[in-house]
């Protein structure tokens, strides 16, 4: 495997090779670090109530996941206050 690709499995590789989300191009910077940290915001959240029911190494993996965006959110909302005036 080269580096960057992924190995996804066969039903979700089509989706790999096309954009399913594009940022328009007068975007500014901070509206999409806003944008970016209220996506990982709603992605915490999705991950923990998929999660809620779960046991074992599927609630592992959950809570792996929310770790993840968590600490992603985390350098989002760093990343805001440092181009926000005040």
């Known amino acids: 495997m080269r580096a960057g690709s992924l190995s996804l499995p066969c039903s979700l590789a089509r989706y790999a090779r096309t954009d ?3 940022v328009d191009t ?3 910077f901070e ?4 944008h970016a940290s209220s996506l990982l915001y709603c992605a915490s959240a999705t991950a923990q109530e998929a999660g809620s029911d779960w046991t074992g190494r599927r609630q592992t993996l ?3 996941v929310l770790h993840l965006v968590d600490m992603a959110r985390a350098l989002m909302d760093r990343a805001v206050a440092c181009v926000e005036p005040g």
């Open 20 to 22: 399913l989300f594009t």
């Open 26 to 28: 007068e975007t500014r």
């Open 31 to 34: 509206s999409a670090l806003v």
């Open 62 to 64: 959950v809570i792996s």
